[in-house]
C-alpha cells in the first residue's frame, strides 16, 4: 500500500515519519514531508505520472497551499490546460499533484467536483490555517481519521494510524457484529474503537479545533431518462470507452484483468481498439480440477486471442493461499471475509506492469448479485399475493415475471418482506439470531443495539428512486461496493504496488446509469441486459451469454479439504478463549454439522477463522 498520512495538532516531525514507515513500502513510490507548526503531511505514492518532477508534497508558488495525494486525477491535462488560461504557473513537468493545488487556489473547497479520478486528497490552507480531506466520489481510495483531544490524525491505511505510541488498540464489537453478517465492517463501524473512515464522497474540514464531515458529490436515482434502449446502449459504450481511453493514461507499463467475462472482456477489447501496441492480459488460475473455473479459463484465452492480447495466467494452490494468509491480513488491517483474489494475481501482475485496468463496478451499476436478481421477483410476487393469486396456478406470463426465480417460487416467499430492507437484510452469512447464539453473554449485551434490518433501513431511507431495483443497486453501489468490493480491490493489488483502474466507476458514466429504468438493466431474467446491448458486437455471443462465474478462491473446496486441521487448530475451545467473544460449544457445533455434510456452514466457518487470525496477530499478542 502506498499513500498519505499526516496530522493536525502540535507533534514533531519524528511521529510524521514512523506513520510515513509504517505504511507498506514495495517500489518506486515517492516519498515527502510537509512540516510547519500545527501541520504535518507525510505521503509514499506509487510513481505513475511525471516520475522525474511530481514529487510531493507540492505547494503553489507563495507556498500557502500545500497538497499530499494518493490515487490518480484522469483528466488532468484538461485542468492544467484551463488553469494555465487563468494564469497559473506550473513548476512540474506534467504532474496531477500540482493541478489540485491550483485548482484549490481558483475554485475553494468545491474544486473537487473538477476531477475524475480515484483519490485521498489532503490540502492544506496556510492562510485560513486548515486543513481539507477528500476521498473520491465512490470510495475507490481509502482515507482514515482518528481524533486525539484537539489534535486529528489520518492515514491511507489503518496501520498508520495503529502506529501512535498513544493509541490504544481496543476491540470495536459492533463491527464484528456487521462483520459477521456482511463479510466486511461497514465504515461506520471500523474495528478498532476510535479510526473512523471517510465514506464516498465525502470531505472533512478541520479548523479551529472543529472537525465537519461534508458531502460534495452523491448519487441521484431520483430522475429517470426517457430514452430507447438503443439510445442508453450507444451512450454506454461511449461512455465507457472514453473513461477506458482517460485510464490508460500513463508514465509507467500497463495492462489489464481479463477473467472472460462481460465487464472484463468489454474493457479489455476497447483497450485494444485504443493501443497500437498488443494489450497485456492477466487471468487466475487453480492447480486443482475446478470445473467452473475451467471454464473462465477457455473464455479468457478465447478472448485474449480475439483481442490479440499477450495473455499471462497465474495458477496458484491451496498451499499458497495458506502460506499467505497472513499478509493478506495485514494488507487489510481488519477481519474481511470476501474476495481476496486480486492477492494472488497481483503477483503476476507487478513482474510485468505497475497499472491494472479492471471490470470492476459494472455489476453494481447495471445488475448481476443475487439481491439485484431478486428485487423485481419480490416486487411482483408481493403484487400477486396481494391481489389473492394463488400461487399453485400461474400464467406462464406470472412466471415470466418471477424470473430467474420462476423454479423456485418456494424460495420467494420464503426470503420475501414488504420492503426491500427487510429481505435485503436476510442475504447475509449469519442472520441476527444466529449472532445471538454464537456471541457470549457479554458481547450480546455490547451489541444489543445492533440490527441487520436497521442497518440497510438506513441505507435504503437515503434512496430517491421509485425503481425497487435502482434502489438496491443505489444501496449496494454506496455501502457493499466502498466498503468490501473496492476495499480488496486497492488493498490487495497495492500490497504489491499495483494500482488498479475501473473504468465503469468514472462519475459520468455512474450518473448516466442511475438515470436509466431498472427494467432496462435487468430484463426478463436477463442481468445486466443493457450492458450487453451496449458490447453486442464487440463481445461474442457466447461471451455474453455465459454464466457469471464471480473472481473468487474455491476456498469451500478447500475447506472441505486441506483447511480442516487450520479451523480445528485456530478455532479451538481454548483459542476462543482467549477472547471470550463466541461460544465454544456453538462453534464446535457449526463445525460438526459441516463435517456431517452442512456445506452452507462453510461461509460461517470461514468468518470465524479470518476473524480470529486477525484478532491474533492484532490484539491477541
Not at 83 to 109: C, M, N, Q, W
Not at 165 to 188: D, I, T, W
Not at 320 to 325: G, K, M, Q, V
Not at 420 to 446: C, M
Request: net charge positive; glycine share 6%; hydrophobic share 35%.
Amino acid at each position: 500500500m502506498c499513500g498519505i498520512a499526516g496530522f493536525f495538532g502540535d507533534h514533531d516531525l519524528k511521529l510524521l515519519q514512523k506513520m510515513n514507515r509504517t505504511l507498506t513500502h514495495r517500489g518506486p513510490d515517492d516519498e515527502g514531508y510537509y512540516l510547519k507548526p500545527g501541520i504535518g503531511l507525510a505521503m509514499r505514492r506509487l510513481s505513475i505520472i511525471d516520475v522525474a518532477s511530481g514529487h510531493q508534497p507540492i505547494a503553489n508558488e507563495d507556498q500557502t497551499i500545500w497538497t499530499v495525494f494518493n490515487g490518480e486525477i484522469y483528466n488532468f491535462r484538461e485542468l492544467r490546460k484551463e488553469l494555465t488560461r487563468l494564469g497559473y504557473h506550473f513548476k512540474t513537468d506534467h504532474s496531477d499533484t500540482e493541478t489540485i493545488v491550483h485548482a484549490y487556489e481558483e475554485y475553494g473547497p468545491d474544486f473537487v467536483k473538477k476531477l475524475n479520478g480515484m483519490f485521498a486528497i489532503a490540502v492544506w490552507d496556510a492562510k485560513e490555517r486548515k486543513l481539507l480531506l477528500y476521498r473520491d466520489r465512490l470510495g475507490e481510495k481509502p482515507l482514515y481519521f482518528y481524533r486525539h483531544g484537539k489534535e486529528v490524525f489520518f492515514s491511507s491505511e489503518i496501520k498508520g494510524i495503529l502506529a501512535l505510541p498513544f493509541f490504544k488498540r481496543k476491540v470495536n464489537e459492533q463491527a464484528l457484529f456487521y462483520y459477521l453478517g456482511l463479510k466486511h465492517s461497514p465504515r461506520e463501524h471500523g474495528f478498532f474503537e476510535g479510526i473512523e473512515s471517510l465514506g464516498p464522497g465525502e470531505y472533512l474540514v478541520i479548523q479551529k479545533g472543529k472537525v465537519q464531515r461534508k458531502t460534495y458529490w452523491e448519487i441521484d436515482a431520483s430522475k429517470v431518462l426517457k430514452i430507447s434502449e438503443a439510445e442508453a446502449a450507444s451512450e454506454i459504450k461511449s461512455l465507457l470507452e472514453d473513461s477506458v481511453k482517460l485510464r490508460m493514461v500513463s508514465d509507467v507499463p500497463l495492462g489489464a484483468y481479463l477473467s472472460g467475462g462481460v465487464d472484463s472482456s468489454a474493457v479489455v477489447g476497447l483497450m485494444s481498439r485504443i493501443r497500437k501496441n498488443p494489450v497485456e492480459t492477466f487471468s487466475l488460475t487453480y492447480r486443482d480440477a475446478l470445473p467452473n473455473k475451467r471454464q473462465d479459463e477457455i473464455a479468457a484465452a478465447e478472448m485474449s486471442k480475439r483481442f490479440k492480447t499477450k495473455h499471462r495466467k497465474y495458477r496458484m494452490s491451496f498451499d499458497e493461499f495458506d502460506t499467505e494468509l497472513d499478509d493478506i491480513i495485514s494488507a487489510f488491517d481488519e477481519p474481511f471475509g470476501g474476495t481476496i483474489s486480486t492477492f494472488f494475481l497481483s503477483k503476476l501482475i507487478k513482474q510485468h506492469v505497475t497499472v491494472a485496468i479492471s471490470g470492476d463496478g459494472a455489476d453494481e451499476l447495471f445488475g448481476s448479485y443475487k439481491a439485484h436478481r431478486l428485487a423485481y421477483p419480490i416486487e411482483n410476487l408481493n403484487r400477486l399475493i396481494q391481489k389473492g393469486q394463488d400461487l399453485n396456478h400461474l400464467t406462464q406470463k406470472q412466471l415470466e415475471e418471477l424470473r430467474p426465480f420462476d423454479q423456485n417460487v418456494d424460495y420467494l416467499l420464503n426470503i420475501r418482506a414488504k420492503q426491500p430492507y427487510q429481505w435485503h437484510s436476510r442475504l447475509t452469512v449469519y442472520s441476527d439470531e444466529e449472532k445471538r447464539k454464537l456471541f457470549g453473554a457479554s458481547i450480546n449485551r455490547k451489541t444489543a443495539s445492533c440490527s441487520t434490518e436497521n442497518y440497510f433501513k438506513s441505507a435504503y431511507a437515503k434512496t430517491k428512486s421509485k425503481d425497487v431495483l435502482n434502489q438496491v443497486l443505489q444501496v449496494e453501489c454506496q455501502n457493499l461496493l466502498p466498503d468490501q468490493v473496492l476495499n480488496f480491490v486497492d488493498r490487495l493489488s497495492m500490497a504489491h504496488s499495483i494500482e488498479v483502474r475501473p473504468p465503469f466507476l468514472d462519475h459520468r458514466l455512474v450518473e448516466f446509469a442511475f438515470k436509466l429504468p431498472g427494467s432496462m438493466k435487468i430484463k426478463n431474467g436477463i442481468n445486466k441486459y443493457i450492458l450487453k446491448k451496449a458490447v453486442n458486437g464487440l463481445l461474442p455471443e457466447k461471451i455474453i451469454n455465459r454464466p457469471k462465474e464471480g473472481f473468487i478462491l474455491p476456498y469451500i473446496f478447500w475447506m472441505q479439504n486441506y483447511l480442516r486441521s487450520k479451523i480445528r487448530r485456530v478455532l479451538s475451545p481454548r483459542e476462543l478463549s482467549k477472547h471470550g467473544y463466541f461460544d465454544a460449544k456453538y462453534v464446535a457445533q457449526l463445525i460438526s454439522e459441516y463435517d456431517s455434510g452442512r456445506t452452507e456452514h462453510a461461509n460461517k466457518i470461514y468468518l470465524l477463522l479470518m476473524f480470529q487470525l486477525w484478532w491474533k496477530k492484532y490484539i491477541g499478542k
